[in-house]
């Protein structure tokens, strides 16, 4: 397999630049992630009767390789970024593929455990690739533009779920199987179709953990914990407390979905121009306010509109999650970006090994707290945020440390 410069990337045609590359793992991966997200508090509730401390011991056991993430900075030693990426994405589609033949309690944590491998080694490499891959000026806009891309390719999926489950009497085994099959198609073509793209500047290929970055390392601890509550908790109270029914779940993630199409680009551009602090303040604020609304529906005894509509709104702001990207790429050494993403990776996910199987053992006690402690989880982020500069540069990575002086012309 040839190798090619980043810097003659664009004497490629189009369809074999890296961005393009970029753009079609942006599309292949949450086919397969998204559809086993849609189906899978029905699957587990309808197949294997999960109550919410089955469902907390399962997103424990699906966030394990994360924690694990920093794996990848032994992996890369031995195979490229880029390789062990699309192999990651093979593996997320092939076991998505085969989920429903696992039916009980063993075979639901086994598979999970198998696709939770590739996904997060995956997104680990992925994220590193965006931010080498792309200039720093135009970061906010195109990573707006690549989630974009991603909704479009499940709004797809999605659609189909909703018009043909019902219709067709579709199958779990049929839907896992379409899903998970193309996503492997997909990492299959990229590994033939596409060169090897070097960047310009060479990752470093051992652990790396810097004192100027604790900012960026609070921040991901934080949005890893908080995000768990959602991911495990809001979609299982649809399904629990309101008996939505596959279809149902499925056109509500296809509303999120052409929100964050039509979103995600002016997201970007709203980062681009207001800067990273603005953005994420305002998403921490904005989530602070959704969590204790969703403790509402318990408390309150709100009803399924009130509950469906946060549950959009919740992505909304999630939406704006990837300024924290941007926030790392500026302050970033670029020779760190592929080790840091590793160790970002794992410490995002410190929370995930036990913050899901605790809370659904909290979840049988009382719904309202598991959403009260994600919403103080969301203000420890907003004020974090506060700390955040303006324009961050390295040297320049909080409100504390003073700006590099300028170099005066010669």
Known sequence: MNTVKLSDARNLPFWRRPFTLLFVMAMAMP???ATWSALLNNFVIDVAGFDGGDIGLLHTVREIPGFLAIGVIALIIFIREQVLGLIALLLLGVSTAVTAYFPDMAGILTITMLSSIGFHYFETVNQSLQLQWIDRARAPQMLGWIMAAGSGA???AYVLIVMTWERFDLSYAFVYMASGGFCALAALWCLVAYPQFEAPHPQLKTFVLRRRYWLYYALQFMS?????IFVVFAGFMMVERFGFR???VTALFLINLVVNIVLAPLMGRIVGQFGERRALMFEYLGLVAVFLAYGGVYFFGWGVAIA????VVDHIFFALAFALKTYFQKIADPADIAPTAAVAFTINHIA???LPVLLGLLWL???TLVFGLAAGMAAVSFGLALLI???PVPGHETVFAHPPAPVAAQ
């Open 31 to 33: 086919v397969a992630f």
């Open 154 to 156: 499940t709004l797809v």
């Open 224 to 228: 890893g914990a908080r995000r768990q």
């Open 246 to 248: 596959v279809d149902e």
């Open 308 to 311: 469906a509509t946060l549950y």
């Open 352 to 354: 995930a090994v036990f």
């Open 365 to 367: 006690v009382s719904p």
């Open 389 to 391: 500069p303006r324009h």
